[in-house]
C-alpha cells in the first residue's frame, strides 16, 4: 500500500455521485451473491461422472474439473479474472481438489461464474463514468 494504493477519486457533481451509488450496489449484491442475476447462470454442467475435482484445465470455453466433467460455457473473462490478486474461478476450484463436487457445490460456482462476468461488465460501466 505504501507504493501504489488505489486512487479514490471524488465526482464533480451529484448525478456522477448517484450514478456511482448504484453501480456500486449492484457491484456488492453480486459479489455477495444477494442479487438475482447470479441465479441466471450461464453455464453448464452437462457430464454425469464422480465429481472429483482433479487436475483442472481451461480449453475452448470449458473448465475441466477431472478427465470427463467440466463446466460449459464459462467465458474467458471469468476465468482469468483477478480480484486482489488471486483468480477466484480458478481457486475456488483447487482448493477443492481432491474432493467431490455437491449438488450445492456445482450450483455455487456457475454464481461464481455469473458473479465474475457481472463484475467485468459494472467495471466498463464504471469506467465509462467521466468521474473528474
Do not use: C
Request: aromatic share 12%; charged share 25%; glycine share 4%.
Amino acid at each position: 500500500m505504501k507504493i501504489d494504493f488505489p486512487r479514490v477519486p471524488y465526482p464533480q457533481d451529484q448525478d456522477t455521485f448517484w450514478q456511482l451509488v448504484k453501480l456500486g450496489s449492484e457491484l456488492r449484491q453480486i459479489h455477495l451473491l444477494e442479487s438475482p442475476i447470479v441465479e441466471q447462470y450461464i453455464t453448464q454442467y452437462p457430464i454425469d461422472g464422480d465429481n472429483v475435482v482433479g487436475k483442472l484445465r481451461y480449453q475452448e470455453g470449458k473448465v475441466y474439473i477431472n478427465d470427463i466433467q467440466y463446466f460449459a460455457n464459462v467465458p474467458q473473462i471469468a476465468w482469468e479474472f483477478y480480484i486482489g490478486g488471486y483468480q477466484p474461478a480458478q481457486k475456488w476450484l483447487k482448493d477443492r481438489k481432491e474432493r467431490k463436487l455437491e449438488f450445492d457445490d456445482i450450483l455455487h460456482y456457475q454464481k461464481i461464474i455469473v458473479a465474475l462476468t457481472e463484475t467485468d461488465r459494472l467495471m466498463q460501466e464504471i469506467d465509462m463514468i467521466a468521474i473528474e
